[in-house]
């Protein structure tokens, strides 16, 4: 059943010009009509007052992840030496259904991240066609912002949602790591053509060697991350007051980790302009005999991602962010059998209704939203009215509120056939509302419902000039 218009009405057999009319199996209409009678009905007078202030939602109200999950995760993919060819390769394989030399397409919807400037001058071969690193996915050719280079390819994947983070600015790595060359300018540049492009990115992502300045987040003079400076008001590399304008709240700060689950992904940074911002962990290394052990790379992403990872996932409920280097490789289709075998359980872990596997900005606003959203309730003539008033993000305050801002958001409630649900007041849309048998608490629930699986086939051809 495909549910594309609000305004369509399965009992009538016409529809004028306008109206796209959903197709209605005969079985669901009862659940369709009951969905709109919630969505049309007005909010009585009596209780609009107490329904304008909302408070926070705790965990006997709010379930943990959208029903029926028990987890949430993310592959996390930096862009490191990823030319166009290779970024489709994977993407259609790990993202659409369509049949691949790899089989069938998984579904998943992972998202990746870009550059916009390639500023490393040591000779790497990235992929098995012999492209060196003027062959990676960046917008502009090298380090100059009037000569653009794959930017039709970002802004596409970028609608396409295949692209959701930023891995820094560029790749600044150096053969020399004290020959550093990132300024300031490369950063108003940047924000300048992404702003004309809608390119609002949120999700941040360090990269690389000390050469790497603009990097920031886990400045401290005592350790390897002493030459980050990007949010050091000081230096002659300083961008975050720009970054963070622009909308940048979420960050990895070059911290690895071994630690795989996480009951919250997001923790709070202090930047050295006093600014904070949201970050976030990833998985991406093991302990090894000799110290860090890696797993960040495709050939070893079956030891991220596996049964016993995933089970103890949905056991203890948490979000993981696998940290990847999808196209990183000059070995053409990054994963071996094993890596292929890891992604089809974590598909299935997905069809099972134990894992939700979502993009990395979908996630960290996901659990933003769980966090801090605040919900006033109110009772009328036998029914609930359930309004999502904000999500009070007690860094960046209060954000726009939308639908898709509160996507996922379950609530337990005791009758979800009588349970209105309004975000701002407004009514969602029948085709929004998600009801919920009873899960291993006993408790019946009513949600909003998360994002709609697209598994289009969004390779990007040279016609693609705009989605
Ligand atoms: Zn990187």
């Known amino acids: 059943m495909t549910e594309t218009s609000a305004s369509n009405n399965p009992q009538s057999e016409k529809s004028t010009a306008e109206v796209s009319v959903t197709a209605v199996a005969p079985q669901d209409e009862d659940a369709w009509l009951f969905r709109k009678r919630l969505a049309k009905a007005d909010v009585p007078e009596g209780i609009k007052a107490a329904l304008q202030k909302g408070q926070p939602a705790d965990a006997k109200f709010l379930r943990k992840f959208p029903y029926p999950y028990r987890s949430m995760v993310a592959i996390s993919s930096d862009i490191d030496d990823t030319t166009p060819d290779e970024f489709a390769e994977y993407h259609r394989f790990l993202n659409t259904k369509e049949e691949t030399p790899h089989g069938q397409g998984l579904g998943l919807d992972v998202g990746d991240s870009f550059w916009m400037y390639m500023a490393n001058n040591q000779p790497n071969r990235t992929d098995n066609l012999n492209h060196g690193l003027d062959g990676v996915l960046t917008y502009f050719q090298g380090t100059d912002p009037t000569k653009k280079h794959f930017d039709h390819e970002i802004k596409h994947y970028w609608k396409a949602g295949w692209l959701d983070s930023m891995h820094t600015f560029g790749d600044f790595s150096r053969k020399n790591h004290s020959d550093a060359v990132f300024k300031r300018d490369y950063a108003v540049a940047a924000w300048d053509a992404l702003r004309k492009d809608g390119i609002n990115l949120e999700v941040w992502i360090n990269h690389g060697n000390e050469a790497n300045v603009d990097a920031f987040g886990a400045y ?24 963070i304008k622009n909308g940048v709240h979420f960050v990895w700060n070059s911290v690895g980790e071994t630690q795989v689950g996480w009951d919250s992904p997001l923790f709070e940074i202090k930047l050295r302009d006093g600014q904070k911002v949201w970050g976030f962990h990833r998985y991406t290394q093991d302990k090894g005999a000799n110290g860090i052990d890696w797993n960040w790379v495709p050939r070893e992403i079956h030891r991220q991602i596996n049964q016993g990872n995933l089970d103890s996932l949905v056991e203890h409920q948490q979000y993981a962010v696998f940290a990847q280097h999808l196209g990183g490789y000059d070995i053409g289709f990054p994963f071996d059998e094993k890596g292929v075998n890891s992604l089809r359980l974590l598909a299935k872990y997905q069809d099972d209704g134990k894992t939700l596997v979502a993009r990395t900005s979908r996630l960290l606003k996901y659990e933003l939203a769980r966090k801090y959203v605040q919900v ?5 003539d036998g029914e609930t009215w359930l309004n999502v008033t904000g999500v009070a993000d007690p860094i960046f305050g209060a954000q726009p509120l939308s639908v898709d801002a509160v996507r996922g958001l379950t609530f337990y409630v005791k009758t979800p056939q009588k349970t209105h649900l309004l975000v701002n007041m407004k009514p969602i849309r029948p085709e929004d509302y998600q009801f919920n048998a009873a899960d291993a608490t006993g408790k019946e629930s009513i949600g909003i419902k998360w994002f709609k699986p697209d598994f289009t086939d969004y390779t990007f051809t040279s016609t693609d000039t705009d989605l």
């Open 220 to 243: 401290d003079p005592h350790r390897f991350s002493v030459y980050q400076s990007g949010d050091d008001p000081k230096s002659p590399n300083y961008h975050t007051d720009l970054t």
């Open 376 to 380: 006033a309730q109110a009772d009328a």
